[in-house]
């Protein structure tokens, strides 16, 4: 299987995981200024811009550790330019992650903020 079937398949499991947790999902993949939101979801009034991330074992660190402040900058400017155009800009906006490793899944609430900070 290839590299973007494993990511859709990934993607795929999310999105299930966040449905069964109570979120709308509004978006996938999407390609919006310098960057890229894998899911945008919506609970309880907050949307949630989380990047997916999947990895077979922890050899190279967990899945979270391969969101780096340069991919974190790229997710933060997609949501932005989604924000914007949706009219989300002064609604509570928060950045996940949603891990995906040997069966398992965790979803890190607020993973990171704007400042880029994990």
């Not at 907050?46 to 997916?52: N, R, S």
């Not at 974190?72 to 609604?91: K, N």
Request: charged share 30%; proline share 3%; net charge neutral.
């Amino acid at each position: 299987m290839n590299a973007r079937a494993v990511g859709a398949r990934a993607e795929d499991a999310a999105c299930a995981y966040l449905r069964e947790k109570g979120y709308e999902i509004l978006d996938r993949n999407l390609r919006l200024g310098h960057g890229e939101l894998d899911i945008v979801a919506r609970r309880d009034g907050v949307t949630a811009f989380v990047e997916v991330k999947y990895r077979r074992d922890a050899r190279f660190g967990t899945p979270a550790e391969a969101v780096t402040p340069q991919k974190m900058r790229r997710v933060i400017d997609a949501a932005t330019c989604y924000a914007a155009e949706h009219g989300l800009l002064e609604t509570p906006l928060r950045f996940d992650v949603v891990e995906l490793s040997a069966g398992n899944i965790r979803h890190i609430e607020g993973a990171f903020d704007a400042s880029g900070c994990v």
